[in-house]
Protein backbone atom coordinates (compact mmCIF):
# COMPACT_ATOMS: atom_id res chain seq x y z
CA UNK A 1 0.00 0.00 0.00
CA UNK A 2 1.67 3.37 -1.17
CA UNK A 3 1.60 6.06 0.94
CA UNK A 4 2.24 9.62 -0.43
CA UNK A 5 2.76 12.39 2.10
CA UNK A 6 2.82 15.90 0.94
CA UNK A 7 4.71 19.45 1.84
CA UNK A 8 2.40 21.93 3.41
CA UNK A 9 0.73 24.94 2.39
CA UNK A 10 2.37 27.93 0.68
CA UNK A 11 1.66 31.79 0.03
CA UNK A 12 3.81 32.92 -2.61
CA UNK A 13 4.22 36.25 -4.29
CA UNK A 14 3.32 36.77 -7.90
CA UNK A 15 5.98 35.97 -10.28
CA UNK A 16 8.17 33.88 -7.47
CA UNK A 17 8.38 30.33 -7.70
CA UNK A 18 7.11 26.97 -5.44
CA UNK A 19 8.51 23.78 -4.50
CA UNK A 20 5.94 21.29 -3.15
CA UNK A 21 7.42 17.97 -2.21
CA UNK A 22 5.58 14.38 -2.02
CA UNK A 23 7.13 11.45 0.01
CA UNK A 24 6.34 7.54 -0.82
CA UNK A 25 6.48 5.01 1.59
CA UNK A 26 4.75 1.70 1.33
CA UNK A 27 5.98 0.82 -2.38
CA UNK A 28 8.61 0.97 -4.77
CA UNK A 29 9.48 4.35 -5.55
CA UNK A 30 11.87 4.03 -8.67
CA UNK A 31 9.14 1.26 -10.26
CA UNK A 32 5.97 4.10 -9.93
CA UNK A 33 5.27 6.92 -12.05
CA UNK A 34 4.53 10.00 -10.06
CA UNK A 35 2.01 12.73 -11.49
CA UNK A 36 1.41 16.17 -10.49
CA UNK A 37 -2.27 17.42 -10.56
CA UNK A 38 -3.65 20.92 -9.62
CA UNK A 39 -7.35 22.19 -9.23
CA UNK A 40 -7.83 25.27 -8.66
CA UNK A 41 -11.03 26.18 -6.22
CA UNK A 42 -14.07 25.39 -7.29
CA UNK A 43 -12.72 23.73 -10.67
CA UNK A 44 -11.99 20.70 -12.18
CA UNK A 45 -8.45 18.60 -12.45
CA UNK A 46 -5.47 19.29 -14.17
CA UNK A 47 -2.85 17.18 -14.94
CA UNK A 48 0.46 18.77 -15.31
CA UNK A 49 3.46 16.74 -15.69
CA UNK A 50 5.14 12.99 -14.62
CA UNK A 51 8.35 11.40 -13.77
CA UNK A 52 9.44 7.69 -13.73
CA UNK A 53 12.28 7.84 -11.09
CA UNK A 54 14.04 4.89 -12.09
CA UNK A 55 14.82 6.38 -15.40
CA UNK A 56 14.80 10.14 -14.06
CA UNK A 57 12.53 11.41 -17.39
CA UNK A 58 9.64 13.73 -16.84
CA UNK A 59 6.96 14.64 -19.41
CA UNK A 60 5.16 17.92 -19.30
CA UNK A 61 1.36 18.99 -20.23
CA UNK A 62 1.84 21.40 -23.13
CA UNK A 63 0.03 24.23 -20.80
CA UNK A 64 2.91 24.11 -18.38
CA UNK A 65 6.25 23.36 -20.82
CA UNK A 66 8.85 25.67 -19.37
CA UNK A 67 7.46 26.41 -16.12
CA UNK A 68 7.23 24.11 -14.58
CA UNK A 69 9.94 21.63 -13.51
CA UNK A 70 9.13 17.78 -11.51
CA UNK A 71 12.09 15.78 -10.37
CA UNK A 72 12.48 12.75 -7.95
CA UNK A 73 15.17 11.78 -5.31
CA UNK A 74 15.27 7.90 -5.39
CA UNK A 75 17.06 7.84 -2.47
CA UNK A 76 14.57 9.78 -0.15
CA UNK A 77 11.55 8.30 -2.59
CA UNK A 78 10.38 11.79 -2.44
CA UNK A 79 9.48 14.07 -5.57
CA UNK A 80 9.18 17.17 -6.18
CA UNK A 81 7.08 20.00 -8.42
CA UNK A 82 8.33 23.28 -8.94
CA UNK A 83 6.33 25.97 -10.38
CA UNK A 84 8.10 29.49 -11.40
CA UNK A 85 6.39 32.65 -12.82
CA UNK A 86 3.46 32.41 -10.67
CA UNK A 87 0.91 34.07 -10.92
CA UNK A 88 -2.97 34.49 -9.11
CA UNK A 89 -4.48 31.92 -11.46
CA UNK A 90 -1.98 29.06 -10.22
CA UNK A 91 -3.72 29.08 -6.53
CA UNK A 92 -4.91 25.87 -6.41
CA UNK A 93 -4.20 22.61 -4.20
CA UNK A 94 -1.75 20.63 -6.10
CA UNK A 95 -2.24 16.99 -5.77
CA UNK A 96 1.00 14.01 -6.44
CA UNK A 97 -0.60 10.53 -7.34
CA UNK A 98 1.17 7.38 -7.81
CA UNK A 99 0.68 5.19 -11.41
CA UNK A 100 1.86 1.96 -9.39
CA UNK A 101 0.37 0.22 -12.98
CA UNK A 102 3.35 1.91 -14.89
CA UNK A 103 -0.17 2.91 -17.20
CA UNK A 104 -1.31 6.77 -15.89
CA UNK A 105 -4.11 5.87 -14.26
CA UNK A 106 -3.51 6.91 -10.69
CA UNK A 107 -4.41 4.68 -8.20
CA UNK A 108 -2.75 6.62 -5.17
CA UNK A 109 -2.85 9.95 -3.81
CA UNK A 110 -1.06 12.39 -1.64
CA UNK A 111 -3.22 14.58 0.53
CA UNK A 112 -3.38 17.90 -1.82
CA UNK A 113 -1.02 20.74 -0.59
CA UNK A 114 -2.51 24.75 -1.15
CA UNK A 115 -0.67 27.03 -3.27
CA UNK A 116 -1.82 31.09 -3.16
CA UNK A 117 -0.79 33.37 -5.02
CA UNK A 118 -1.31 36.94 -3.58
CA UNK A 119 0.42 39.82 -3.40
CA UNK B 1 -4.46 17.47 -26.77
CA UNK B 2 -7.84 15.26 -26.17
CA UNK B 3 -10.52 16.83 -25.29
CA UNK B 4 -13.23 14.53 -22.53
CA UNK B 5 -16.69 16.13 -22.54
CA UNK B 6 -19.09 15.02 -19.48
CA UNK B 7 -22.59 15.10 -19.42
CA UNK B 8 -24.38 15.98 -17.65
CA UNK B 9 -22.30 18.67 -15.80
CA UNK B 10 -25.01 17.69 -12.65
CA UNK B 11 -27.35 15.24 -11.83
CA UNK B 12 -29.72 14.50 -8.56
CA UNK B 13 -30.82 11.04 -7.81
CA UNK B 14 -32.64 9.47 -5.77
CA UNK B 15 -31.71 7.00 -3.29
CA UNK B 16 -31.81 3.36 -4.72
CA UNK B 17 -32.08 4.46 -7.97
CA UNK B 18 -29.32 4.53 -11.11
CA UNK B 19 -27.47 7.34 -11.77
CA UNK B 20 -25.50 7.32 -15.46
CA UNK B 21 -22.57 9.81 -16.24
CA UNK B 22 -21.60 10.42 -19.58
CA UNK B 23 -17.74 10.89 -21.09
CA UNK B 24 -16.94 11.54 -24.34
CA UNK B 25 -13.39 11.76 -25.72
CA UNK B 26 -12.45 14.14 -28.48
CA UNK B 27 -10.40 11.46 -30.83
CA UNK B 28 -10.18 7.50 -29.31
CA UNK B 29 -8.47 6.10 -26.47
CA UNK B 30 -8.58 2.50 -27.79
CA UNK B 31 -5.81 1.31 -28.24
CA UNK B 32 -5.78 -1.27 -31.39
CA UNK B 33 -2.56 -3.57 -30.56
CA UNK B 34 -3.70 -5.06 -26.81
CA UNK B 35 -7.69 -3.81 -27.51
CA UNK B 36 -7.99 -1.62 -24.38
CA UNK B 37 -9.06 1.61 -23.50
CA UNK B 38 -6.84 3.90 -21.85
CA UNK B 39 -10.08 5.46 -19.84
CA UNK B 40 -10.66 5.59 -15.72
CA UNK B 41 -13.12 7.11 -13.57
CA UNK B 42 -12.52 9.23 -10.59
CA UNK B 43 -14.94 10.02 -7.22
CA UNK B 44 -13.89 13.27 -5.12
CA UNK B 45 -15.73 14.08 -2.06
CA UNK B 46 -15.08 17.59 -0.94
CA UNK B 47 -11.94 18.33 0.72
CA UNK B 48 -10.38 14.99 -0.27
CA UNK B 49 -8.03 13.69 -3.13
CA UNK B 50 -10.04 12.11 -5.70
CA UNK B 51 -10.13 8.04 -5.42
CA UNK B 52 -9.83 5.76 -8.43
CA UNK B 53 -13.07 3.75 -9.31
CA UNK B 54 -12.66 2.35 -12.80
CA UNK B 55 -9.52 1.82 -15.39
CA UNK B 56 -9.27 0.08 -18.63
CA UNK B 57 -12.74 1.85 -18.62
CA UNK B 58 -14.60 -1.39 -16.93
CA UNK B 59 -12.44 -2.48 -14.17
CA UNK B 60 -13.29 -2.14 -10.94
CA UNK B 61 -10.57 -0.86 -8.72
CA UNK B 62 -9.77 -3.04 -5.96
CA UNK B 63 -12.40 -2.38 -2.82
CA UNK B 64 -14.83 -0.35 -5.20
CA UNK B 65 -18.61 -1.70 -4.26
CA UNK B 66 -19.91 -3.74 -7.24
CA UNK B 67 -22.68 -0.86 -7.45
CA UNK B 68 -20.34 1.09 -9.78
CA UNK B 69 -19.48 -0.17 -12.96
CA UNK B 70 -17.87 1.59 -16.44
CA UNK B 71 -18.95 0.33 -20.07
CA UNK B 72 -17.95 2.12 -23.40
CA UNK B 73 -15.50 1.96 -25.73
CA UNK B 74 -13.38 4.19 -28.27
CA UNK B 75 -14.96 7.41 -27.55
CA UNK B 76 -18.36 6.81 -25.64
CA UNK B 77 -17.85 5.67 -22.26
CA UNK B 78 -20.48 5.54 -18.94
CA UNK B 79 -20.31 5.09 -15.10
CA UNK B 80 -23.51 3.86 -13.73
CA UNK B 81 -24.09 3.48 -10.32
CA UNK B 82 -26.70 0.84 -9.97
CA UNK B 83 -28.53 1.83 -6.83
CA UNK B 84 -27.20 5.71 -5.52
CA UNK B 85 -26.40 5.66 -1.45
CA UNK B 86 -25.71 8.50 0.44
CA UNK B 87 -22.19 8.19 -0.15
CA UNK B 88 -21.93 8.67 -3.37
CA UNK B 89 -22.45 12.37 -3.66
CA UNK B 90 -19.60 13.09 -4.76
CA UNK B 91 -17.77 14.80 -7.73
CA UNK B 92 -17.07 12.08 -10.96
CA UNK B 93 -14.50 12.69 -13.15
CA UNK B 94 -13.62 10.91 -16.50
CA UNK B 95 -9.51 11.04 -17.58
CA UNK B 96 -8.00 9.64 -20.81
CA UNK B 97 -4.22 7.88 -20.60
CA UNK B 98 -3.81 7.54 -24.21
CA UNK B 99 -1.59 9.85 -25.44
CA UNK B 100 1.97 9.62 -26.42
CA UNK B 101 3.83 11.46 -25.18
CA UNK B 102 1.77 11.62 -22.33
CA UNK B 103 -0.79 14.40 -22.47
CA UNK B 104 -3.26 13.07 -19.55
CA UNK B 105 -7.12 14.96 -19.61
CA UNK B 106 -9.89 14.84 -17.40
CA UNK B 107 -13.21 15.72 -18.34
CA UNK B 108 -14.61 19.29 -16.75
CA UNK B 109 -16.71 16.71 -13.83
CA UNK B 110 -20.18 15.69 -13.23
CA UNK B 111 -21.47 16.47 -9.82
CA UNK B 112 -23.92 14.25 -8.03
CA UNK B 113 -26.66 15.09 -5.61
CA UNK B 114 -29.21 13.13 -3.98
CA UNK B 115 -32.71 14.44 -5.16
Known amino acids: QVQLVQSGAEVKKPGSSVKVSCKASGGTFSSYTISWVRQAPGQGLEWMGR????????NYAQKFQGRVTITADKSTSTAYMELSSLRSEDTAVYYCDCASSGYDYFDYWGQGTLVTVSS | DIVMTQSPDSLAVSLGERATINCKSS????????????LAWYQQKPGQPPKLLIY???TRESGVPDRFSGSGSGTDFTLTISSLQAEDVAVYYC???????????FGQGTKLEIK
Open chain 2, 56 to 58: WAS
Open chain 2, 27 to 38: QSVLYSSNNKNY
Open chain 1, 51 to 58: IIPILGIA
Open chain 2, 95 to 105: QQYYSTPPENT
